[in-house]
């Protein structure tokens, strides 16, 4: 697998995106956002409008009848019951390792809609991170709830054909990618599948491989042509 790093795709992306190890805060002084901003502002107190930016991840035909969540004080909760096995939300920040860049970013709003196996099997992990920074806890602790969870399979193994939508025009992935490109994302465990199964990260491949070993999973992203309201979305990466 080669490093995040190398692959085509800005790579604070590919960071939040899949959730590599957990590490200390980055210490230098050019961080943009070195600690927690005020909770407020990760919130978005129009709950409509979060249903809307959350419903936006994927075509109307599947968000129409979704399950969406939506981000409060304490974790997630169901704003609407769903019917089609598909939940959306949309996810923040920390979600990323620790020392990304946009950890912290309040601006940060990266819409998805999951798949019923990724609801039943990846959800758990964004939920359970979510929770953990919004109860104050150390990077030593959440690295360690985190490990422990999928050890003692607290959080379940990954599903066979866990994927997720993320074709939301309005979606804010990093300071310096802002919406990227509308895509879709696989969720594949680490002993199920590496990167040449899907020729991904190779020249002129439409399949990008992040590996991320906290998480024990590969996520193999795949930019399309149109974002969810079917308008285009940016020239095909070469």
């Known amino acids: 697998m080669k490093p995040a790093s190398s692959i085509a795709v800005p790579v604070f992306m590919l960071a939040f995106l899949s959730s590599a190890a957990w590490s200390q805060p980055a210490s230098d002084a050019k961080t943009p956002y070195p600690a927690m901003a005020p909770l407020q502002q990760y919130l978005m107190p129009d709950q409509a409008a979060e249903i809307a930016l959350a419903r936006s991840a994927a075509p ?22 769903g019917s089609n096995g598909f939940v959306c939300l949309v996810e923040r920040g920390c979600t990323a390792p620790l020392d990304n860049p946009d950890f912290w970013n309040p601006r940060l709003r990266g819409p998805l809609c999951l798949n019923a196996a990724a609801a039943r099997t990846y959800l758990p992990i964004t939920l359970m991170k979510t929770k953990l920074v919004l109860d104050g806890k150390s990077p030593a602790a959440m690295s360690h709830a985190i490990e422990s969870a999928l050890d003692t399979k607290q959080l379940p193994p990954l599903e066979p054909g866990a994927m997720c939508y993320m074709l939301s025009k309005q979606q804010y992935l990093g300071d310096e990618g802002k919406n990227w490109h509308p895509h879709l994302m696989f969720f594949v465990p680490q002993a199920a599948a590496k990167d040449s199964d899907w020729g991904a990260n190779l020249s002129s491949s439409p399949i990008l491989a992040s590996d991320d070993p906290q998480d024990r999973l590969i996520i193999f992203m795949i930019p399309v042509q149109n974002w969810s309201d079917g308008t285009p979305g940016p020239p095909a990466m070469h």
């Open 60 to 81: 109307e035909s599947i968000a129409r009848d979704a399950e969406v969540l939506v981000l409060r004080e304490h974790g997630y909760e169901t704003a609407v019951h």
